[in-house]
Every structure is written in C-alpha cells, then in structure tokens.
C-alpha cells in the first residue's frame, strides 16, 4: 500500500522553522518472528499540536507508540523528539518529555495507594519531597481524582485506573502525552469525562483511538494507519466525510 495512495492533502510536514515535537520519518519495524508491522511511517507533530491516530486492529498503532520513546527502536528510519534522535544515551531526557499511557491501566499502576503510584515517577526523578506532593497532587487535581490519595489503586473502577494513569505520567510534567486507546472499556459517563480533559489539556497530545466520535470532537488531525502504513494524514472532518474510503480501510462511520 504505497504512501502516495493517501486521497487526501497531507498536513504540510514540518512548515515551522521551528523544531516539532515529534519527527517521524521512513521508519520501519519488523518483530522478531517476521511480521513487519510499520512501513516507511513518516509524520510530524508540531509543539502544541492535538493529533489522533486511527487505524483497524493489526495496523500498527501500538508499535509506532511504543517507538517515541525508546520501548521499541526501529530498524530503519528515524525518530526525533524536539531534535533530539531517539536513541540510547538520549532516552532518559526523552522519557521525561513523552508521556505514554498504555491502554491497559493495570500495566502503569503498581504501587499500593494512588498516591505511591502517581509519585513513583517524580521520586525516581530525585525531586525534594514537597515539589513531589506538589506535583501529585496536580497531577491527580487535572484529572479530577483530587480527592483519590490515599486510595488503593487496585480497588479503582477501570475508569478511575485509567485516569490515575494518566496522572502517573503527569507528575512527570512531559511536554508530550500520548495516549493508547484512552477511551476503550469505559462507559458512557467516564468517556465523557476523559473526553473533556483531553479537550482541556493544554499539551502536545497524539492519541490513538477507535472511538470516531472521540475524533470528532477533540482532533482536527488525524493519520490513518492501515497494514502498517499511513494511509491519510489531514483534516478529520475531511477524511471522515469519505464514509467508502474509511470503510475500505476498516473504520467504522460515526453516525
Ligand atoms: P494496533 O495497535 O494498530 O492494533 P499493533 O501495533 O498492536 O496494532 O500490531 C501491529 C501488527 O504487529 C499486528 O499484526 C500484530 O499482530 C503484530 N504484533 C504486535 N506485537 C507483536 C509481537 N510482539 N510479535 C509479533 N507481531 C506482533
């Protein structure tokens, strides 16, 4: 599926002088057992920029999210968070800058009180201990569990886990979050929720989903991933107009 397929206009790649957030180009992936699960991804993501990330099951989204920073390392191709290449020597200072919530909460919380979980970040970090409560308790303020502290993280609904989540990467204060299927296994009332924080966040934010109406809402970007490609890059109310051509690439039309 080569990229010059894509049916719509591609967001101009890096138009600022200015360096981007996230630079992604021709990089590629093959697991272990010879599956290739990314193919020649290139995108940007500029400072500040809300951009969703949407593909069917299989297309790669995990794998490409996992490469920002450093869990998984491309066999070609290049990344760069603000400049800097992702690469060994580099990855503390990049961990620190991209914030990444795995799908599963259960994967991200460990400790036993909320509290012990959101400032395990910050304490490894080797804050003093009142900029670590400090940071705690914005980061659990901003995601609206103020009053979670000293509750046991593994007693959470699966809607508060994922929010506490968050928060864990908070405290860490990133200039990127980027999120894996924020919005899968919550119900109504607790999607709402996190969609009006993402609406709110005042951060360079790439999150992928398969919630459409989440797209909607929140991104006007959007990048389509299908069999390990890019297939679109562009406005989200553009490509979501193409009901045949997202049909084609396995999503499903938001009514
Ligand atoms: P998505 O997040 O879009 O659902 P993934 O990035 O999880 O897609 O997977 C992309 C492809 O890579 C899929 O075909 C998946 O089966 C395969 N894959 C994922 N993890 C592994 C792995 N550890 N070993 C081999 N193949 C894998």
């Given amino acids: 599926m080569p990229v010059t397929h894509r049916p719509f206009e591609l967001v101009p790649p890096c138009a600022t002088t200015d360096v981007p957030a996230l630079f992604v180009k021709d990089l590629s992936f093959t697991y272990p057992d010879g599956h290739v699960a990314l193919k020649n991804v290139s995108f940007c993501v500029e400072h500040g920029e809300k951009v969703v990330l949407v593909g069917p099951n299989g297309a790669g989204k995990s794998t490409l999210i996992l490469h920002l920073n450093g869990i998984l390392q491309g066999q070609k191709g290049e990344i760069k968070v603000y400049g800097m290449e992702v690469e060994k020597k580099y990855l503390p200072l990049i961990r620190a800058q991209v914030g990444l919530v795995f799908q599963n909460p259960d ?94 966040m005042n951060l360079t934010l790439l999150v992928s989903t398969h919630d459409m109406l989440m797209v909607r809402e929140c991104f006007t970007r959007m990048i389509v991933m299908d069999d390990g490609w890019i297939v679109a890059d562009g406005l989200s109310e553009e490509i979501l107009s193409d009901h045949r051509w997202l049909a084609q690439h396995g999503l499903e039309v938001p009514c």
Avoid: C, W
Wanted: negative net charge; hydrophobic residues 45%.
């Fill in 107 to 200: 994967d991200q919380l460990f400790s036993p009180t909320v509290f012990e979980d959101v400032a395990f970040g910050p304490l490894h970090m080797g804050l003093p201990e009142d900029e670590i409560h400090e940071r705690v308790g914005r980061a659990l303020q901003i995601v609206g569990m103020g009053l979670y502290k000293e509750r046991l993280s593994h007693h959470l609904s699966f809607g508060e886990k994922k929010r506490i989540a968050i928060a864990t990467v908070l405290s860490m204060q990133p200039s990127i979050l980027v999120l894996d299927e924020p919005s899968a296994n919550l119900d109504p009332r607790a999607r709402r929720a996190l969609i009006n924080l993402l609406g709110e």
